[in-house]
């Protein structure tokens, strides 16, 4: 059975509470940060891109060329029909099995809105068409980037895109900008196959109990 401890971000200061909670391994949703507190098991490991550290590999810096034609906007943390009706498909075809699959609109409205931190959406669209094929929920905090949610087209048309992996590339090279130290990617289970994607950026920081140590190479 899972089981969390949580804490309400509604404070004096939540933008610095977050930011404290975020590197001892606690995520947001909506008012509160939570992190797995499972009896017996620790395997939900928080994981996090250290910004100058990183260098692209070879595949990595061919995705950024290709979806170097995209148009990309930080816009506030509003909800939209559009991008729910994204987020629908999204979950459809990557996580039908999911408890977010049956999300309704005010319960997306409540995802994005709810926040009472830095929270702005990301979303990514192609080039004179002007269609949208990605969207980042992204908390901005005084030194990193937390990746909060990320839903995009799963289309056959976009494999060579690898929307999920571009997404976190840029939001690097916007951390980077911003000057911020990390960009913090939420959890991750060895041997899950859905989270092995963020073992392929090298370095990886994951939280053990001891600290944050660089993770090895599968």
């Known amino acids: 059975m899972e089981r969390k ?5 509604n404070d004096i200061n939540p933008c ?9 391994g606690f995520r947001r949703s909506q008012d509160i940060a ?3 507190s499972c009896e017996n098991c620790t395997e939900c490991k928080s994981v996090r891109i250290p910004v100058d ?6 595949t990595q810096r061919r995705l950024i060329n290709l979806n170097s034609d995209l148009n990309i906007t930080e816009l506030p943390n509003v909800a939209t029909e559009e991008h729910y009706d994204l987020l ?15 999300m309704t ?11 009472p931190v830095n929270t702005c959406l990301i979303e990514y669209r192609l080039p004179q068409t002007d269609r949208l094929i990605g969207v980042t929920l992204t908390d901005i905090m005084e030194s990193s980037l937390s990746m909060v949610y ?13 929307l999920g992996t571009y997404i976190i590339l840029d939001h690097v090279a916007r951390a980077r900008l911003l000057a911020k130290i990390h960009v913090y990617l939420g959890y991750w289970v060895k ?28």
């Open 34 to 36: 939570y992190r797995p």
């Open 150 to 162: 990320s839903f995009f087209d799963v289309g056959e048309d976009f494999n060579k895109r690898s």
């Open 53 to 58: 550290s990183f260098t692209p590999n070879r």
């Open 5 to 9: 401890v949580f804490t309400e971000l």
């Open 191 to 218: 041997d899950s196959p859905k989270m092995a994607y963020k073992m392929n950026f090298r370095p990886l920081e994951i939280l053990e109990q001891e600290g944050w140590f660089l993770g090895q190479n599968p």
């Open 88 to 102: 629908h498909k999204y979950l459809g075809k990557r996580h039908s099995d999911g408890g977010m699959t049956n």
């Open 105 to 115: 609109f005010d319960e997306y409205v409540n995802m994005v809105e709810s926040s």
């Open 16 to 24: 610095g509470l977050h930011e404290s909670m975020a590197k001892i």
